[in-house]
């Protein structure tokens, strides 16, 4: 889900309202007001101009309704009155705001708890939160009465959602408000009370220096694992980027990863009979490296791919695979040894970012549980290092992940099983990239104005900003 900047002004003036309203911290009046207050702003937004609505909770839900120009009254009440079931505008029990924001602006100092027995309803700060919702209540009272009678009615009209739509759709943010002010401050990283300013305003302005080096079209994941250009010119940039870089390091391979559980998945299925995992593993590992001879180092030296660009691009031919749910074919598993013998030559010496890498790494899984094996293992044949990998990183791994998330959360995301050390049960999966919030915080600039969302270019203000960091 793509969230929306003006979400944080939305949210402030939605609590600000229940305080004023409901004078209480009770779940069961708090749940049904944020959840149709959730449903209400979308659905409202995608009638008012649904080619900007992008991304807001509901949003997929209503599409067919407020399309319907015939529609002129919608009910709040059948989509929301049954959090966690189908039909709902939104699963979550306490909507996009409990699953997506609490965390983010408690941190932020936006909102803060009221009551030790009602965990999960809050109130707005003095100061930051409360001037939030004012700016917004100030500013658009018409529109806020329209909005509030929605919530509490249960209904709304085709009219209203037009009003309201005009006056809150999160791409009408007007800069020069106070509304606009204080999401500018509070995204630029302008707030001295917030600990959370600090590192928000360094990766906007990497961010930044991104748009402003591409002059348009750009890959932002691509540009922040190249890091050329103006970026990282500041020196507090420098640990920032190397945080992102250690990210996609570990994207790179849990991609690589995935597209040998694929591969091993369609191997077993290939065999009329149950193979040993031995057996499967050995296979893939004579497709990923056809030299029988040849140690792990010296192969990672002979195929090693020449610059950071070349990862990155292999990586994003590898998603595109991983993407789909079917069997990889030999140049794919050829690619996957390829990427995580390239990444591991290039930054199995950098300090910086393997120490990155450790602080994420759980169970010694991830980029750096492969690095160090690779390392332990670099003078060993690089077949049987391959196909040992394949054991314990695609195969045991994946098991024991499984079966934690079985264990903890009931949910069954078993891609295979084991009978007898033998694979069985196979299926292929989707994996693709992750949306880490630096993407949101692109789509945050474009509603400051920082970034020009029809060129992707950067205007005045971002400028300004930038120039001043």
Wanted: charged letters at 25%; glycine letters at 8%; a negative charge.
């Amino acid at each position: 889900m793509t969230n929306r900047l003006r979400y944080y002004s939305f949210y402030c003036w939605v609590l600000w309202q229940f305080e004023q309203i409901h004078h209480t911290s009770k779940e069961e009046k708090w749940i049904p007001f944020i959840r149709r207050s959730e449903a209400a702003i979308a659905l409202a937004c995608l009638i008012g101009d649904p080619a900007k609505a992008a991304g807001m909770a509901g949003s997929d839900w209503w599409r067919n309704a407020a399309a319907d120009s015939s529609v002129k009254k919608f009910d709040l009440i059948k989509p929301t009155n049954r959090p966690g079931k189908d039909g709902q505008y939104l699963k979550a029990k306490f909507g996009n705001f409990g699953q997506f924001y609490t965390a983010s602006m408690l941190e932020m100092k936006l909102i803060e708890r009221v009551d030790d027995d009602s965990p999960r309803v809050f109130g707005v700060t003095e100061a930051a939160g409360k001037a939030l919702g004012l700016a917004v209540q100030e500013e658009h009272p018409k529109a806020c009465e329209l909005f509030l009678k929605a919530v509490q009615t249960g209904g709304i009209s085709r009219q209203d959602c037009e009003k309201i739509s005009e006056a809150l759709h999160p791409s009408y943010l007007d800069p020069n408000s106070e509304e606009g002010r204080l999401l500018k401050e509070f995204i630029q990283g302008g707030r001295e009370e917030d600990p959370t300013s600090e590192p928000r305003r360094i990766t906007l302005r990497n961010m930044l220096a991104v748009v402003a080096n591409a002059e348009g079209g750009f890959d932002l994941r691509r540009e922040l694992y190249v890091q050329s250009g103006r970026l990282g010119e500041a020196p507090q940039a420098v640990e920032n980027l190397t945080e992102w870089r250690a990210y996609f390091v570990n994207e790179f391979c849990h991609i690589a990863l995935e597209v040998w559980v694929n591969a091993i998945v369609g191997l077993s299925d290939q065999l009329k009979e149950p193979s040993p995992v031995e057996k499967l593993a050995n296979n893939l590992a004579s497709i990923a490296i056809p030299d029988a001879k040849v140690s792990t180092a010296s192969f990672a030296k002979k195929l090693a791919l020449k610059d950071l660009e070349s990862e990155h691009d292999l990586g994003s031919e590898l998603v595109a695979v991983t993407s789909t749910k079917k069997r990889p074919d030999a140049e794919a598993i050829a690619g996957s040894a390829k990427l995580l013998l390239s990444l591991w030559l290039r930054w199995t010496g950098e300090a910086e970012v393997r120490d990155k890498l450790t602080l994420v790494t759980t169970e010694g899984r991830s980029a750096e549980g492969v690095f160090k094996f690779l390392d332990i293992n670099q003078n060993a044949n690089a077949r049987e290092t391959i196909a040992d990998l394949i054991k314990k990183f695609v195969v045991s791994n994946h098991l024991m992940i499984a079966g934690q998330k079985l264990a903890t959360g009931g949910r069954f995301t078993y891609r295979f099983l084991l009978d007898d050390g033998c694979l069985v049960d196979g299926e292929y999966g989707e994996y693709t990239y992750t949306t880490p919030r630096i993407f949101n915080l692109l789509t945050f600039a474009q509603d400051a104005n920082l970034v020009d969302p029809e060129s992707g270019k950067i205007t005045a203000a971002g400028t300004e900003f930038l120039n001043a960091a």
